[in-house]
């Protein structure tokens, strides 16, 4: 058996950042810069705004020091998702395979948005999650819906796509509309040096974890042994096919070594820390060799 993950090979330096944020130009109460100052207040290395059928030039605004990311949420005809690295309006196809398609074409990669959103707790049918090819991945967590109806939380979504063969990440981010909505989520990004074309690269490859509060140190591989640092966490819960748990650990560190006889195709870690903090990892595929 053998161990593939994003993290064999990773960047020491870490950057906070948000991929979905909303300000006046749609449905935010924020102006722009408002929305920027306010992230850069909060000690955030990466912002994108991502107003509804709306492409900004974040050059049109003062970056604070932090790098800025083009793109928009494309809510028109259809369940909503993240256009990251748009540098042009894609057609709201009510298809949206389609509208994946013409998102690859341009350069960018697509995040699927709040699936647990809405009084049915379904804003993306499970099925089309399954029919849908070409995303990075979905909103894992989602910060506005905290305040709304459904569950801001949607790694039962990921799970099921997960034990699928799906090879998805999770992302977690604010949506954030007022200042209630910031900094509840965020993603953690190992890159080698604090740049778009870096950051962008990292999180569509996956090395990346997702953060309520919990900072994970390190996270190392060598074959099929994983290690955590993490000095903010004090228990750890490993998760396989459909969600089953199926080992934990208490404190600060992590050193799990993957059976060959374990019966999952993948594993993925959550990391409890103080109150309601929690980091989640991305997927560890187990592959056995032929």
Known sequence: MSLISPYQSLADRQF???????????????S?????????????????????????????????????????????????????NAHELIEPNPDRQQVLNAIQ?????????????????CHWPQAELERLRGY????????????????????????????????????????????????????????????AEALLR???AGQFYVSTGVRLERISQCGNRVHISSP?????????????????AEGPELDFEADPTLPFTYFRIECFGKGHSRAWTQPFLLQAQA
Request: hydrophobic share 40%.
């Open 232 to 248: 903010d966490t004090v228990s750890y819960r490993l998760i396989g096919d459909y969600g089953t748990i199926f080992a934990t």
């Open 105 to 121: 074409r341009s350069g960018g990669f697509a995040i699927l948005n709040h699936p647990n959103w809405g009084f049915n707790f």
């Open 32 to 84: 722009p810069q408002e929305v920027i100052d306010l992230y850069a207040n909060n000690c955030y290395d990466f912002l994108m705004l991502s107003d509804h059928d709306i492409l900004s030039n974040p050059a049109d605004w003062k970056d604070r020091g932090m790098i800025l990311i083009p793109g928009n949420e494309i809510t028109a005809n259809g369940c909503h998702l993240l256009h990251v």
């Open 202 to 204: 990292a999180l569509e």
């Open 136 to 195: 990075a991945g979905i909103e894992i967590y989602n910060g506005v819906t905290e305040r709304a109806e459904g569950n801001a939380q949607a790694t039962d979504r990921w799970d099921m796509l997960l034990s699928l063969g799906r090879k998805v990440w999770g992302y977690g981010n604010d949506d954030c509309h007022i200042s209630a909505d910031m900094a509840i989520v965020w993603n953690m990004v190992f890159a080698e040096e604090r740049s």
């Open 16 to 30: 906070k950042g948000n991929l979905h944020a909303h300000s006046t130009l749609s449905d935010g109460i924020f």
